[in-house]
C-alpha cells in the first residue's frame, strides 16, 4: 500500500538526499519517492548523461570550457517516475550507457567542472520547482532529490535534507554487488579504487561526506535496504512533523 505525505500543503514538498557513493542514496531516494507519491530527480545521473554526450561528441573531458559549452546546450529530459526513472539526451534512452564502466571513470573530470555545475545546478533547481505544478508527474505534490551537493547547493531550502552515508568497507560491498553482481574479495577491490577515487575528486568542488547545518545524517552501515527507507521516512516524519 502506498504510503501518502498527510495534508499534503498546496506547495512543493521537497526532500533533498544527500551522500557518498555507494551509501545506497539513489536505490533509497527511489523507494522513499515512490513511498510518498512524489517525483525522484537522480542529480548524478545528468552529470553521467553529460559524461556520455560529451565523449559521444568527441569533446576532451580536459577541455573545461568545451565541456562546459556542450552542457549549456544539452539536450537532455529526465523522467521523475521513481518506478521507472529514465535519462534521453537527444532523443536517445541512454539509461544503461551512462552506468557503464567507461562513464563511472570519466565522469568526475565532468562533475569537477564548476561552469558543468552550475549549469547542471539550475536545470536541476528547475526539475524541483516543476513539480510545485499541478501537471507536473507528482501533480504538485512534490519530489525527492538526490545528489552530492543537493543539501546544500542545489536545495538548500528543501523542507527535509538528509546525508545517506555508511560505513566505508559496506560502501564498497554496496556498489561492487552493484556493479559485479557479488560482494567477494575480488568485486570489492575492483570496485575501491572506483568509488574512493570519485570521492576524493567530487570532495574538492563540494561537501557531501559532513552533514551541513539542518541536515539530518541516517548511516546506513548497519542497516538492509527495507530498514534503511524506514530510517529515512521516519526522519521525514520527525524533521516535516507529518505522519508518512
Known amino acids: 500500500m502506498e504510503e501518502t505525505v498527510s495534508n499534503a500543503p498546496r506547495t512543493a514538498f521537497v526532500v533533498a538526499i544527500d551522500g557518498p557513493s555507494g551509501s545506497g542514496k539513489s536505490t533509497v531516494s527511489r523507494r522513499v519517492a515512490a513511498a510518498l507519491g512524489l ?3 537522480d542529480t548524478g ?3 553521467r548523461a553529460a559524461t556520455w554526450w560529451c565523449l559521444e561528441r568527441g569533446v576532451p573531458l580536459t577541455a ?3 565541456v562546459a559549452a556542450e552542457v ?3 539536450p537532455l529530459v529526465m523522467g521523475v517516475d521513481p518506478v521507472s526513472p529514465s535519462v534521453h539526451v537527444g532523443g536517445v534512452d541512454v539509461g544503461e550507457a551512462i552506468r557503464r564502466s567507461e562513464i ?3 565522469v568526475s573530470a565532468v562533475a569537477t567542472n564548476l561552469a558543468v555545475r552550475a549549469e547542471l ?3 536541476q533547481r528547475a526539475a524541483i520547482a516543476a513539480e510545485a505544478d499541478a501537471g507536473s508527474f507528482s501533480g504538485g505534490r512534490g519530489i525527492v532529490a538526490e545528489g552530492r551537493d543537493i543539501t546544500t547547493v542545489v536545495a538548500p531550502d528543501a523542507d527535509v535534507r538528509l546525508l545517506l552515508t555508511a560505513s566505508e568497507d559496506a560502501r564498497l560491498a554496496r556498489r561492487a554487488r552493484d556493479v559485479h553482481g557479488t560482494d567477494d574479495a575480488a568485486a570489492v577491490h575492483a570496485t575501491r579504487d572506483e568509488v574512493l577515487r570519485r570521492d576524493a575528486d567530487d570532495s574538492t568542488v563540494v561537501e557531501f561526506q559532513v ?3 539542518g541536515v539530518v545524517t541516517v548511516d546506513s552501515s548497519e542497516l538492509d ?3 534503511t527507507v524506514r530510517a529515512v521516512l521516519d526522519v521525514i516524519g520527525q524533521v516535516a512533523g507529518r505522519t508518512v
Open 39 to 41: 517525483a525522484y530527480l
Open 45 to 47: 545521473a545528468m552529470y
Open 64 to 66: 573545461g570550457p568545451a
Open 72 to 74: 549549456a546546450a544539452l
Open 104 to 106: 563511472s571513470a570519466a
Open 121 to 123: 545546478g539550475r536545470l
Open 211 to 213: 552533514a551541513a547545518d
Open 225 to 227: 535496504l527495507d530498514q
